[in-house]
Nanobody
Framework: QVQLVESGGGSVQAGGSLRLSCKGSGMTFSDHCLGWFRQTPGNERERERV?????????IYSDPVKGRFTIFKEPVENILYLQMNRLKPEDTGLYYC??????????WGFGFWGQGTQVNVSS
């Protein structure tokens, strides 16, 4: 059974940094497409794309986070990270880790999700 557990969220001032972690079990992260999404205040019905990384470690970022966020994997510990720098108040939200069965990232469809970790950025 695949389980994804996020951690690392918290409160930070604008310009600060946070590193989110996603610990996986039931699957080997290095063999799968993985991603981060977020739900921002006022958009609770939609999970916004943040970043994804495939089995070859090729990463893609959404425009709002490009140049500030970095997605990477620690394969031995089976952990996915999201390093978030130069945070802005509009980055506030509930951040989710996601995984799909394939090592290829085709589109942004994911079948496995974590419960989320909250990030609050104050101005």
């Amino acid at each position: 059974q695949v389980q994804l557990v996020e951690s690392g969220g918290g409160s930070v001032q604008a310009g600060g940094s946070l590193r989110l972690s996603c610990k996986g079990s039931g699957m080997t992260f290095s063999d799968h497409c993985l991603g981060w999404f977020r739900q921002t205040p006022g958009n609770e019905r939609e999970r916004e794309r943040v970043a994804r990384i495939d089995g070859d470690d090729v990463a893609i970022y959404s425009d709002p986070v490009k140049g500030r966020f970095t997605i990477f994997k620690e394969p031995v510990e089976n952990i996915l990270y999201l390093q978030m720098n130069r945070l802005k108040p509009e980055d506030t939200g509930l951040y989710y880790c996601a995984a799909r069965s394939s090592s290829r990232c085709v589109g942004w469809g994911f079948g496995f999700w974590g419960q989320g970790t909250q990030v609050n950025v104050s101005s």
